[in-house]
């Protein structure tokens, strides 16, 4: 069975700073994708960035950056330069050959000014 | 373009009652995807559409929920007799095909059931 665990329910950083969400996963499959959505109170489920995990390099999209440790099944995300807009919900998630999306229980980030 | 439209976007109805929750995917999205989001559960995932066929309805959680896809477009997710436990937010997601594996959400439905 597929997994997806984020060990921090909760979390703050101050304004331009940086903040790093842990999300660990499991599975047997050799082709899968990762993901880190956002939900900001508008409950609106907003794509962060992607990663697919037959590339090595690390995926970046402006302020937002991945750490994924294929061995470790280690797949964290970096924002950087914090901004009021980033709090929301952070959910860590993986996609196998069959597609349907495996989530994690989710990351509460609280950007503070 | 428009993206992932969802109605209603919050239903109140009574235990025992049908409700009806509808998804207009982004034009030309092929695939299309039904999830789940409640408190005690988080997110998990429904049912699947490839054009109007579901391959996998592995996660419809019983024989009370059901759900259509026509002309390849709209689709319809139905619970029958609906219980206090159905309470939460259907989310739906579109994707251009199954492999291009970058889904776009809709806003949700937000189910209570009194």
């Known amino acids: 069975a597929q997994t997806v665990t984020q060990s921090q329910p909760e979390m703050s950083v101050q304004e331009a700073e940086t903040v790093t969400l842990s999300c660990t996963y499991d599975?047997?499959?050799?082709?899968?994708?990762l993901f880190w959505y956002k939900q900001p109170p508008s409950r609106q489920m907003i794509l962060v960035i992607r990663?697919?995990?037959?590339k090595q390099q690390n995926a970046t999209e402006n302020r937002f950056s991945v750490n994924f440790q294929k061995a470790a099944k280690s797949f964290s995300l970096k924002i950087s330069d914090s901004q009021l807009g980033d709090t929301a919900m952070y959910f860590c998630?993986?996609?196998?050959?069959?597609?349907?999306?495996?989530w994690g229980l989710g990351t509460s980030l609280a950007v503070n000014p | 373009g428009a993206g992932v439209s969802q109605s209603p976007s919050n239903k109140v109805t009574e235990k025992g009652k049908d409700v009806e929750l509808r998804c207009d995917p982004i034009s030309g999205h092929t695939a299309l995807y039904w999830y789940r989001q409640s408190l005690g559960q988080g997110l998990e995932f429904l049912i699947y559409?490839?054009?109007?066929?579901?391959?996998?309805k592995s996660g419809l959680p019983s024989d009370r929920f059901s759900a259509e896809r026509t002309g390849g477009s709209v689709s319809t997710l139905t619970i029958q007799r609906t219980q206090q436990e159905d309470s939460a937010v259907y989310l739906c997601a579109s994707d251009r095909t199954l492999d291009t594996i970058e889904q776009f959400f809709g806003p949700g439905t937000r189910l209570t059931v009194l």
């Open positions: 599975t047997s499959e050799n082709n899968y994708y």
């Open positions: 559409f490839q054009g109007n066929s579901a391959p996998d």
């Open positions: 998630a993986l996609a196998g050959n069959n597609r349907k999306l495996i």
């Open positions: 990663q697919e995990a037959y």
